[in-house]
């Protein structure tokens, strides 16, 4: 079956300008989260959706940072007003539950000039 | 709360000798452990998790790893490397009862030389 996708898979933007990251999870799982990977780092956690609760938004950097997910299905993670540390991989991922193995999609490159 | 640790940036090892990742975490309860592997301009895979039962958990590609509660490890090995398992590895963790959502630690790059 399909597995996690993104979209674009590279961004490129001005200092200044807001982006709109997109995840279509795994069809079924209800759990989906948001990391951020610098080059050659770990995994920075942003965002957890489960089901139908309330995200947990706690490694949200910024209020800059905001993420949906509309129908329990695909989310879209927004950057307002891009400053260039925020160039980075952004990395969806999904799963059955939120207590299980996640997959994960190939990542967005955001680069902000 | 949750934290996991990779003590070591970089691993080498020649191919055909065995290899081993470390990984320690801190929970408040039980936890539930996974391994993830990065291959360059990829995103993450699935190598292999503990949940419970046996502490000697074996996953893909010929890796296992042991669970030691004593220890607060979940080390990652094979008994003879690849070059192609050369890659970065994440540990991750998260509280079975307490936790909210899973922590990765911070990666381990492995170069397996030829």
């Known amino acids: 079956g399909a597995g996690v996708s993104q979209s674009p898979s590279n961004k490129v933007t001005e200092k200044g300008k807001d982006v709109e990251l997109r995840c279509d999870p795994i069809s079924g799982h209800t759990a989906l989260y948001w990391y951020r990977q610098s080059l050659g780092q770990g995994l920075e956690f942003l965002i957890y959706f489960q089901g139908n609760s309330a995200p947990d938004k706690s490694g949200l950097p910024s209020d800059r940072f905001s993420a949906e997910r509309t129908g329990g299905s695909v989310s879209t993670l927004t950057i307002q007003r891009t400053q260039q540390e925020d160039s980075a991989v952004y990395l969806c991922?999904?799963?059955?539950?939120?207590?299980?193995?996640?997959?994960f999609g190939p990542g967005t490159r955001l680069t902000v000039l | 709360a949750q934290s996991v640790a990779q003590p070591e940036d970089q691993v080498n090892v020649a191919e055909g000798n065995p290899l081993t990742v470390k990984c320690t975490y801190s929970v408040s309860g039980n936890p539930y452990l996974f391994w993830y592997v990065q291959y360059p301009n990829r995103g993450l895979q699935f190598l292999l998790k503990y949940i419970t039962g046996d502490n000697l958990v074996k996953g893909s590609y010929g890796f296992e790893a042991e669970f030691n509660k004593s220890q607060t490890s979940f080390h990652l090995k094979k008994p003879s490397a690849l070059v192609s398992d050369s890659a970065l590895y994440f540990c991750a963790v998260r509280d079975i009862f307490y936790g909210q959502n899973f922590v990765f630690g911070p990666g381990t790059r492995l170069s397996v030389l030829p």
């Open positions: 991922a999904s799963s059955p539950t939120g207590m299980d193995t996640q997959y």
